[in-house]
């Protein structure tokens, strides 16, 4: 869900009209890996992120189980 939400956050820039990086991203050397490399990090990063976050929410709800031996 996290990539899905970076994936939307990098269509939303497109679609906002955002000249800048739309040109740094095209006038480059390699465009084509240029754009999979923005967008692949935003991409990574909100599913690192969501994946910490429902790490951290599971740890948080769960009842603190001590192990029994014996």
Do not use: K
């Amino acid at each position: 869900m996290g990539t899905g939400l970076g994936a939307a956050l990098i269509f939303a820039i497109f679609i906002r009209d955002s000249h800048q990086i739309v040109e740094m991203i095209f006038n480059s050397a390699s465009p084509r890996t240029t754009m999979l490399v923005f967008v692949g990090s935003f991409m990574t990063m909100f599913g690192v992120g969501a994946a910490l976050t429902g790490f951290i929410f599971l740890h948080a709800e769960e009842p603190n189980r001590t192990s029994r031996s014996g």
